[in-house]
Nanobody, 126 residues
Framework: QVQVVESGGGLVQAGGSLRLSCTAS????????SGWFRQAPGKRREGVSC????????SYAPSVKGRLTISRDNAKNTLYLQMNSLKPEHTAVYYC???????????????????WGQGTQVTVSS
């Protein structure tokens, strides 16, 4: 059974930084796209950033460009999200997700992903 586990969330002051990690295990052999999503209290889940098959295929939501950086270590099957200059409105549960990919592109739509983690809480205090 596929396991996706996020870590690295916590409480941080406004202006601070966090790096989230996500490790996927037992993924069936094949190519995958992966992404980070977040759900703030009372809001719908939204896509934040994603990777396609290749390391050079990435996408960011317009609201996070320049402040968040997605990266990964393929040897460890680990996805990262570096978040800088955090604000209270960035408080949310952050999820990562994986899905089989047959072309090298990624999307920020959560319907496009099959394997999800339980999420990690990020709380930014003012």
């Amino acid at each position: 059974q596929v396991q996706v586990v996020e870590s690295g969330g916590g409480l941080v002051q406004a202006g601070g930084s966090l790096r989230l990690s996500c490790t996927a295990s037992r993924l069936p052999w094949g190519l995958y796209r992966s992404g980070w999503f977040r759900q703030a209290p009372g809001k719908r889940r939204e896509g934040v950033s994603c990777f396609g098959v290749s390391d050079t295929t990435t996408s960011y939501a317009p609201s996070v460009k320049g402040r968040l950086t997605i990266s990964r270590d393929n040897a460890k099957n680990t996805l990262y999200l570096q978040m800088n200059s955090l604000k209270p409105e960035h408080t949310a549960v952050y999820y990562c997700a994986y899905d089989r990919a047959w072309i090298d592109r990624c999307t920020l739509g959560d319907n496009d992903y099959t394997h999800w983690g339980q999420g990690t809480q990020v709380t930014v205090s003012s």
